[in-house]
């Protein structure tokens, strides 16, 4: 892994303890702690606007122009005696933030170590020895004889830090005293007191207003007071209120039939074309499975609805009788319209005169006269609406 950036060379150190040196290339910061660049193997100025020869330099919150005005430090004391025991949470710092310093006391009975982790980022521990970590340098100084320790992040800090501590060994009445200190831009400044504060709001997905069936309901998302470490629910006196996210709702809609529904589906009707292409039709309603009469909102149905219309052949196709073009026939069968079904639902059957004619007087002559075969049909079935009470 590569082990330092320095004077525009970048050296590296192999698996095998030899030192590979190579020269950065032209943009590559000189150092992590200015805006210097790499130019033709030299390092030259470079300002924090990203202009070259500019004698602007950042803050020490990173905003450019000296801006120090706009910076925050912030300063935490931890204070607590704990039992010996591991991952206890001291603070979460914000991203974004520059000179994250923490300091640890411990006195001759107590050991401790400090973790710090952030969430895509890993994990350093105060033994771990790590030069670079979330996204900078991290530097430790140690003094043994007044057992102090520090840990310091130079920033800015890619990510959210939480710092943690392992009590290892405590006498009785003793506890690690530690300080955190940061700063950063006064644009973040909410953050951090969100960050420190131990509760925090979470927003919470309430029930869909309708549970079954495909009508459109609405889901709640409201706010809720949390501990941040556990999640555990607390009371809203307890959350910073000036933080507190504004509730909201989205729809959503029930899941699967509800209880006791079910499609009931009629029977089709014939084919609307005695010869050829033509169309059928049937009743589909949403009943109850134990009265089996239609309920008021077919959306208490949430199953796919079996489908009303389907296409059909008639087959039906009379030939006509075979006559000399030229030769007009005597007698033929004439038919009236279809009088009513013979039922009110359900189904039926529907009749119509039909009657053979003298074609020259247009009187009606005996059946026997006209051609059987050509006779059109006098009855027919006939479908209409389900059987059974209607809905209120």
Known sequence: MCADLLSCQIRCRLRSGSINVINAEDGTRCDLRSSN???NRACVMVGCDCVYGSTNIPSACGLCSNQAA????????YRIQHQIAR???????PKGAYQVRIDIKTGSDVRAELIVTSTGWGRVSSSSGTRFAFGGEVSYTRNHTAHEESMEFYG??????????????????QSPAIDVSYIISSEYRQKAEQYNHPYGWKLVKASCSVTCGSRAGVQGWKAQCAYKRTGAKASISLCLSDYKPASHQVPCKGVGNCPGVVWQVGPWTLCSQSCGKGQQTRAVRCVSQRTKLATRDDDLCNSSKPPTVQQCIGTRCEEPATLPSTVAPKYKWIYKRWKRCSTTCGIGYQMRAVRCIDTKTGKSKKASRCDAKLKPTD???CTLKLCGPEPN
Request: hydrophobic fraction near 50%; proline fraction near 3%.
């Open 156 to 173: 800015p800090v890619e990510g959210e830090l939480a710092i943690f501590m392992d009590l290892l060994k405590a006498a009785a009445g």
């Open 70 to 77: 706009k910076c925050i430090e912030i300063f935490a004391k």
């Open 87 to 93: 991952d206890y949470h001291i603070l979460d710092v």
């Open 379 to 381: 009855r027919q079935t």
């Open 37 to 39: 660049r790499c130019l």
